[in-house]
């Protein structure tokens, strides 16, 4: 499993975004206060295609939610480090 972490910067959306990257079929939880590791679903293609998949993923549900601000951290993690 391949996790990006991202970074929220209202914890009250946390929720919200793991509920709608679920709903994209990725794998997602709220791990601390507005942090969010989610994993999409296509886990076996490269890292960098993953990155661009979850990023669109996050593009559009910040042009849903207006002014809350979403983005992946880098390095992205990976599993073996948590």
Request: hydrophobic share 45%; net charge negative; charged share 30%.
């Amino acid at each position: 499993m391949r996790l990006m972490r991202i970074l929220i910067n209202d914890p009250a959306y946390a929720d919200d975004l793991v509920a709608y990257l679920r709903r994209c079929g990725c794998a997602a939880d709220v791990v601390g206060r507005g942090v969010v590791d989610a994993t999409p679903p296509h886990a076996e293609l490269e890292q960098s295609y993953l990155r661009m998949e979850l990023d669109a993923y996050l593009r559009v549900w910040r042009e849903m939610r207006g002014a809350v601000k979403a983005e992946l951290l880098e390095p992205p993690i990976t599993a073996e480090a948590i």
